[in-house]
Every structure is written in structure tokens, then in C-alpha cells.
T-cell receptor, first 111, second 114 residues
Framework: DGGITQSPKYLFRKEGQNVTLSCEQN?????MYWYRQDPGQGLRLIYY???????QKGDIAEGYSVSREKKESFPLTVTSAQKNPTAFYLC??????????FGSGTRLTVV | AQSVTQLDSQVPVFEEAPVELRCNYS??????LFWYVQYPNQGLQLLLK??????LVESINGFEAEFNKSQTSFHLRKPSVHISDTAEYFC????????????FGTGTRLLVSP
């Protein structure tokens, strides 16, 4: 079955560490996205990519980095510069504007 | 740029009662509109979408939404809710031309009790 796979489901990070969240899709979608979800704030866009080797900052890109070396993969690195990284992170992809398919999310906790 | 307002953060309702979750949007261009549902600790699932054509769109599990351009609204309705409808519901908008990002509202938590 086609879909988006996010791993791990739960991730714990120590202060000052970088961590990388994985997102893989087999839907042959061109566009991929990373969102951050906090209680009461909905989903906020971190980064997005329309094609391989190209990506753009979203609304809250500070403290995050991404790469898009393959069409299927769009990993997100949460760097030590991100002041409040504890959140639920969602990856999505789409083939046409707007209609997104979401992964099941990664819950990141700073310990 | 687009924006979405979901005024109700939480809507409590009894089982088998009707429900309406409100969504208003702002945009300077024509739009696509979406409702997504999220169950605890899961990703978002597309519930229904308006891209063009009939302004009334329906989902397979009894939800419907009507695109009202003059009121810039896309309210979600269900005539009779079930306990299993308890979830968070997100309204989203995008422009309808070229590559467009989804912009989400802050979500409405629907709480269905017996």
C-alpha cells in the first residue's frame, strides 16, 4: 500500500543534541512538507519541498534543517538552536496543490 | 496569502445529536478547502475537500460541508454524531493555482458523550 512512513514514533532528545526525524513516501508525490503541532496552535509549516534538491522555509524554520536528495525522502533535523523542540511533528506529501497525505507523526520530547 | 479561523476550540455534543463545526477563511485568490480529522497520537486524515463544482461536499461517514463564497465559510456538519466521531477536526485552505501550501486553522475538538 502507498503511504508515508515517519520514524521513530517517539523520540527523546537531550539538551544541546541534534536529532533527525525520518519521512519516506512511496506515493510518487513531488511535494513534501514538515509541520509542527502544538496544543491549541494547529499545524505550523516548518519546511517544504516541491522538487528534489530544492526546499523552502515555512513559517517557523528557525532551528530546523532539511534535505531532499531523493524524491521519496525528506528528513528533518531539529538542531540545538531550536529553543523549544518538544512537539508533535507531521510529515505530508502531495502531487497537486493542497491535497496532502499525512504520516502518523513523531512525538519529540526534550529530556 | 490565506488564513483560516476556527472559532470553537471545543464542541461538546451528545451522541445522535447534530453538530456543526465552523470554519471561516480569508484569501485574495480563489481557494481549495479541506477538512481533516485527527485521532489521538495519529496523523491527519482527509475527511472531505472542495476543489470545484458543487458547493456541497460529502464524506463517506456522513459528514458534509458547504462552500459559501459570499460568507467565506466552509462549515462542517453531521446530522447525527457517534461516539467514534470524537476527534480533532482541522479546516485548511490553499490557493487554487500552481503550487500552493495548505494553511490550517487551530482545530476544533469534538467531544461526543453518551
Amino acid at each position: 500500500d502507498g503511504g508515508i512512513t515517519q520514524s521513530p514514533k517517539y523520540l527523546f532528545r537531550k539538551e544541546g543534541q541534534n536529532v533527525t526525524l525520518s519521512c519516506e513516501q512511496n506515493l510518487n508525490h513531488d511535494a513534501m512538507y514538515w509541520y509542527r503541532q502544538d496544543p491549541g496552535q494547529g499545524l505550523r509549516l516548518i519546511y517544504y519541498s516541491q522538487i528534489v534538491n530544492d526546499f523552502q522555509k515555512g513559517d517557523i524554520a528557525e532551528g530546523y534543517s532539511v534535505s531532499r536528495e531523493k524524491k521519496e525522502s525528506f528528513p528533518l533535523t531539529v538542531t540545538s538552536a531550536q529553543k523549544n523542540p518538544t512537539a508533535f511533528y507531521l510529515c505530508a506529501s502531495s502531487s497537486t496543490s493542497g491535497v496532502g497525505t499525512f504520516g502518523s507523526g513523531t512525538r519529540l520530547t526534550v529530556v | 496569502a490565506q488564513s483560516v479561523t476556527q472559532l470553537d476550540s471545543q464542541v461538546p455534543v451528545f451522541e445522535e445529536a447534530p453538530v456543526e463545526l465552523r470554519c471561516n477563511y480569508s484569501s485574495s485568490v480563489s481557494v481549495y478547502l479541506f477538512w481533516y480529522v485527527q485521532y489521538p497520537n495519529q496523523g491527519l486524515q482527509l475527511l472531505l475537500k472542495y476543489l470545484s463544482g458543487s458547493t456541497l461536499v460529502e464524506s463517506i461517514n456522513g459528514f458534509e460541508a458547504e462552500f459559501n463564497k459570499s460568507q467565506t465559510s466552509f462549515h462542517l456538519r453531521k446530522p447525527s454524531v457517534h461516539i467514534s466521531d470524537t476527534a480533532e477536526y482541522f479546516c485548511a485552505v490553499s490557493g487554487d493555482t500552481g503550487f500552493q501550501k495548505l494553511v490550517f486553522g487551530t482545530g476544533t475538538r469534538l467531544l461526543v458523550s453518551p
